[in-house]
């Protein structure tokens, strides 16, 4: 332990003028203040109430200071308690990991708690404040009031303490929770107002990095830095040794203490940038109100009228969400760490990210931000295309520089082919994304792809998750076939447009249903399509049947018709679980055998549009959106994976979802609001109104683009942004 004193610092401490400010209230018409990102940390959400610029690197946020399923982001709306306020949060996504460069403000006589917790305070809701941007909360032990603002790579705290010649905060580089340890930390003191170090973890991502520079706007005038060795029922992680910084300040004049903290994943250097270029005052309500205005402007991208109050904030929250994922990953000089362990350095302008949930997030998330992101789009791509130079294989889940290879498929083939259809992606580009595509789709010794090649499914007694990784690969093979259309390339076009129905290898026609199949053809005996079995990612027979959004009037055809597919579509949403059928934890929001709360449900309500009967899309539509979303604690059904569930709303609201992002067509449901606005970057806007729309006016009489009737229930990418009106005759 190294314990220094500071004497006679208090007059040198720098003045920042804030303790008079008064904290920043958007004006009632403001779309932050119909932000409330407590919706969503009740049940099962997982997501962080915390602060966050769009798609930004930091999202500094409070952590309840214990582990658990339900405490994946850090916090829990139930909990009572909070034992720090941490940089780096993942937004709903099931997993545990981050938190890291936590601090903890409190006054003597602190209160600790066994095992994890450590140093806490009880808080309340009753005085708590969350929107877009901003967020504030109480500590009932400590008489101290937090607030947080955080920039892309910054983060500021405000701690308005009592009158206290002990104010204390605490900086815990040894903090773990959930899947995430500290595997060695250094904290160093530069002088009386500045500390810098770094943290290294692991967890989910295998190999975390994150370097830091932190600021006081006054002095300490004591400080301790206490050596932490970890204690854990996983021996590997025993014996750790990492830190834990007390800092004491003199707050009996009254004003507060700011702390604001650059992180960075390269270097000291590059935090010690990113604070001078993002964060280099003590600003903290000038950082609020410019927040305020970023994000204000990337909310009006969408505007809605009608509705109630309580669907608006649903809506415009769930545009927040969209837009916390995935995250920049490069410092203000372009450098970042790459899958290789090695710094590299974004060129041409481009932003890194990562933190991509691709497995979710290509269905509904990605597809909307070609429509209001499309430059972050181009750069989205590139990361990808440059972790693939990186690392030998396309991003499945990178994180922090990491590839976590959670989930199945690699579902940065959609992606990037959507961005090259639409156009965003020049052609440079897109046959860059060609060649890793193809690449990554024949790796043999990859993700059992060479089995999948060889077979033309994956063998369920020689792989896990056998059918799902088959419908998934298929889907993926499809991209590739549209992308190598698109450029020319006939011969790659013809290999994978036959390897896309090898989804067709895995229907037993006796059953009506997709079924894991041995090595010797045989199918796996005892299928029960409700059951919940390791051949199967996250789901059941039922909920995977649908999976084949690239060819669904081949499905059809293998149902043997219309008549049979809308029957089975039609038992999916009436068979509810028995109370003898045991259910996991990801089969949440369910309709029958629909599970919302997991994405690959989320595409079929809109299936009956292909078989001709748009009112039953409508009806299940409409009822999805009005009973699994909401503004309350518990206002999500299920995991938010980086955007997903939110964007699924955000596209349903508006009155259409890209069942198939890849083709660029796009179902048309049933509105939630009487007009739905898309402000397009070209600066032109395509409309939807819906006059009358309500819970009990959900279906639609008749549909007119730009004043001609539609014959299908189905709008096109060329329809929506070369601008103009879907109008939506309604009818009970």
Not at 161 to 181: C, G, I, Q, R
Not at 349 to 376: C, E, G, I, K, M
Not at 553 to 562: A, D, H, N, S, T
Not at 631 to 647: F, I, K, T, V, Y
């Amino acid at each position: 332990m190294k314990i220094q004193q500071f004497c006679g610092v208090a007059a040198a401490a720098l003045t920042v003028g804030l303790a008079a400010c008064q904290s920043a209230v958007a004006p009632k018409n403001d779309l932050v203040a119909m932000v409330n990102p407590l919706i969503g940390t009740d049940g099962p959400g997982n997501v962080y109430p915390g602060v966050s610029a769009p798609f930004g690197m930091v999202q500094l946020s409070p952590d309840n200071g214990t582990s658990g399923w339900d405490r994946i982001a850090g916090y829990f709306w139930p909990d009572t308690t909070i034992a720090g306020f941490s940089h780096t949060h993942l937004s709903g996504t099931g997993a545990g990991d981050l938190y890291d460069i936590s601090y903890m403000p409190a006054v003597p006589p602190f209160k600790r708690g066994t095992g994890e917790l450590g140093v806490y305070s009880t808080f309340s809701h009753d005085r708590e404040e969350a929107e877009a941007g901003y967020y504030s909360v109480w500590l009932a032990d400590y008489d101290t009031q937090v607030e947080l603002v955080a920039t892309e790579r910054c983060g500021m705290q405000r701690y308005s303490f009592p009158k206290s010649a002990e104010a204390t905060v605490f900086l815990n580089l040894a903090k773990h929770m959930n899947w995430d340890y500290t595997m060695g930390s250094e904290l160093r003191v530069v002088d009386d107002r500045t500390v810098e170090g770094y943290r290294l973890s692991e967890g989910w991502a295998r190999d975390q990095r994150v370097y830091f520079v932190a600021q006081f706007s006054q002095p300490f005038t004591s400080y301790a830095i206490d050596t932490v060795t970890s204690v854990h029922a996983d021996t590997a992680y025993n014996g750790i040794k990492s830190h834990v910084g007390r800092f004491v300040f003199d707050t009996q004049g009254g004003d507060p203490v700011l702390v604001r903290t650059a992180i960075s994943a390269v270097d000291i250097e590059g935090a010690r940038k990113n604070l001078a270029a993002e964060m280099p005052t003590f600003a903290f309500d000038s950082v609020r109100s410019a927040q305020q205005t970023l994000w204000n402007r990337e909310l009006a991208k969408i505007e809605v009228r009608g509705g109630t109050e309580a669907e608006r904030t649903a809506f415009y929250t769930a545009l927040y969400r969209t837009m916390l994922a995935p995250t920049l990953f490069d410092d203000v000089d372009g450098r970042y760490f790459g899958p290789d362990g090695q710094v590299h350095r974004a060129t041409d302008s481009t932003r890194n990210y990562s933190t991509f949930s691709l497995w979710d997030t290509y269905r509904a998330a990605h597809p909307l931000y070609t429509f209001v992101h499309p430059a972050r789009v181009r750069d989205m791509a590139v990361s990808m295309l440059n972790f693939h130079d990186q690392h030998g294989m396309l991003p499945v889940w990178p994180l922090w520089g990491n590839e976590t290879d959670m989930m199945i498929g690699y579902h940065a083939v959609p992606v990037l082919a959507e961005a090259a259809l639409k156009g965003v992606l020049p052609d440079t580009l897109a046959r860059r994304a060609l060649a890793a595509c193809v690449a990554t789709a024949n790796r043999d010794d990859y993700r059992a792809i060479g089995l999948y090649k060889q077979f033309g499914y994956v063998p369920a007694d020689m792989e896990g998750e056998s059918l799902s990784k088959t419908l998934e690969y298929a889907y993926d093979d499809y991209c590739i076939a549209q992308l190598a259309r698109h450029l020319g390339e006939d011969e790659i076009y013809n290999e994978f447009i036959v390897r896309s129905k090898n989804y067709m290898n895995l229907f037993q026609p006796a059953s009506g249903f997709m079924q894991p199949r041995l090595a010797n053809g045989e199918w796996v005996p005892a299928f029960d399509p409700k059951a919940y079995t390791r051949h199967i990612t996250e789901s059941n027979g039922w909920q995977y049947l649908w999976a084949v959004p690239q060819d669904v009037e081949g499905l059809i055809r293998l149902m043997r018709g219309p008549a049979q597919f809308e029957k089975r579509l039609d038992e999916m949403f009436t068979l509810y679980p028995s109370e003898k059928d045991t259910l996991p934890i990801f089969s949440t929001g369910m309709i029958g055998q629909y599970a919302h709360g997991n994405e690959p449900s989320h595409h079929v309500a809109y299936l009956y549009n292909y078989i001709g009967k748009p009112e039953k899309t409508q009806q299940y539509v409409s009822q999805i959106m009005r009973t699994q979303y909401s503004d309350r604690p518990d206002g999500l059904c299920g995991n938010e994976d980086c955007g997903q569930m939110s964007a699924w709303y955000v596209f349903s609201a508006m009155g259409f979802y890209p069942v198939d992002p890849v083709s660029l067509n796009y179902a048309i449901g049933t509105p939630l609001f009487e007009e739905s606005v898309i402000h397009l970057p070209s600066g032109k806007t395509f409309t939807v109104r819906a006059p009358g729309v309500s819970a009990e006016r959900y279906r639609i009489a008749q549909m007119k683009l730009n004043g001609q009737a539609l014959g299908t229930p189905f709008l096109t990418w060329d329809d929506i942004v070369r601008g103009g009106v879907l109008e939506l005759t309604m009818a009970e």
